[in-house]
Structure formats: structure tokens, C-alpha cells
């Protein structure tokens, strides 16, 4: 799919979810901090955008996500080498995830995805719950990226309730996730428990420490 002219996003983005018909699953969701500066202002009143929360997947904006990634975790964490080469992060499960993403105007701020697997040992941090036995299906709550400028405005947990909604839609019997310890206590607002089990990010060449986190159903 080709990417929409710049010209007509913001009428893409806002008109709802019949532009994207066939193409994802899901509606708009209106989130409650609105979008600052000069690029998000609404051309016809000079007021902020509000940012809105929508499904992507089957979009083009899944492959914009992978771009997202690596833009923002290059900039914080030391990314392997093949990593690097690549300028972009993804991996095999995104062809089959549901992905959602928060926009301002024609600006992707903030994304997340969510897979569903028959067992646990397809998880893509799955050594990370080797200790547990989880109830089939998983549900894997990963990739979220949140643009700096963008942070403590909620989109995390709203992607969190989403997909959690997502998940249950679905018909998972858990949610799990790996987190950094800045995103614990939010995580555990949303409902999810620690294991006790840690982990080491799989793109960061760093020792970036994250823990297992499980919510059943």
C-alpha cells in the first residue's frame, strides 16, 4: 500500500474508520492531551490536534512503526550491530500481530502491537516464563514506542488497554510482556503482576534488564 500524500492525511487520520476499510480492525479513540506545537495545529481553527488512538494493522503505517523503533531505541540504548545495519527493528511476529498506533496530524507518535500464540514457547521473550505455566493462548504485549516529546501524556497505558481489550477479543487467556523498571508501576496499573523472572532485551547490544509480567484472564 502506498503511503498516503501528506496533503491528505490529517483527513485520513480524523474522518474515522471507514477510510480504512477492510485494511485493520477497531475504531478511533479521541485521547485527552492534546498534540503542542506549530506541526499540530488544525489548519482551519489554530487549535492543538487532538491526538487520536487508532488499529493499523493491514495499514501502511505497520511498516512505519518498524522506522519508529529504531529512531527512538537507537537514541537510548545501544542497538547490535545487524541491528543497526538494518535502520529499522521488527521481527516475524509483526506479519501476524494486531498493531495500534497514536497520531497527531499527520505525525506518528507513539505505537505498540500485540500477538496471540498457541503456547508459550512462541512468545518472543519466551525464556523469560520458562518458570511459569501459562494458560493457552498467549497473548504478548510488545514494541511499544512512545515519541520523547510525547511521554507522560498516557499513551502508554491507553496502547495497554487497548491491546489488553485486543487480547481478550481474541480469546487469550493471558497477556504477558517484558518491561524496564520505569514502566513496572504503570504496567501494574493496567492489572499485570510481576513473575520474579528477568530478562535482556533481544535488540540492545546493553545489559538492558526487564521484568516478566503476566495478567490472566
Not at 10 to 23: C, D, L, M, P
Not at 28 to 48: H, K
Not at 111 to 116: F, K, L, S, T, Y
Not at 162 to 180: L, N
Amino acid at each position: 500500500m502506498a503511503a498516503p500524500a501528506p496533503g491528505l492525511l490529517v483527513g485520513i487520520i480524523f474522518a474515522g474508520y471507514s477510510t480504512f476499510k477492510g485494511e485493520g480492525h477497531g475504531d478511533d479513540w479521541n485521547l485527552t492531551s492534546s498534540c503542542d506545537g506549530d506541526a499540530f495545529m488544525n489548519a482551519a481553527s489554530s487549535e492543538p490536534l487532538s491526538p487520536v488512538l487508532r488499529e493499523i494493522t493491514g495499514t501502511y503505517w505497520v511498516s512505519r512503526t518498524f522506522s519508529l523503533r529504531f529512531e527512538i531505541w537507537s537514541a537510548e540504548v545501544t542497538l547490535r550491530p545487524e541491528v543497526r545495519a538494518k535502520g529499522i527493528i521488527s521481527d516475524e511476529h509483526d506479519a501476524h500481530a494486531r498493531h495500534w498506533a497514536a497520531f497527531c496530524g499527520n505525525e506518528m507518535v507513539a505505537a505498540a502491537r500485540m500477538c496471540v500464540h498457541t503456547n508459550q514457547e512462541e512468545c518472543p521473550d519466551a525464556p523469560a516464563f520458562t518458570e511459569i505455566c501459562l494458560p493457552t493462548p498467549v497473548a504478548t504485549l510488545n514494541r511499544l514506542v512512545v515519541h520523547p516529546s510525547f511521554r507522560n501524556r498516557g499513551f502508554g497505558s491507553e496502547l495497554c488497554h487497548c491491546r489488553i481489550e485486543g487480547a481478550k477479543t481474541d480469546g487469550a487467556k493471558c497477556v504477558v510482556g517484558t518491561y524496564t523498571d520505569q514502566r513496572v508501576a504503570s504496567l501494574e496499573k493496567c492489572g499485570l503482576r510481576l513473575t520474579g523472572q528477568k530478562w535482556i532485551l533481544n535488540h540492545s547490544e546493553s545489559l538492558t534488564i526487564v521484568h516478566a509480567m503476566v495478567l490472566e484472564f
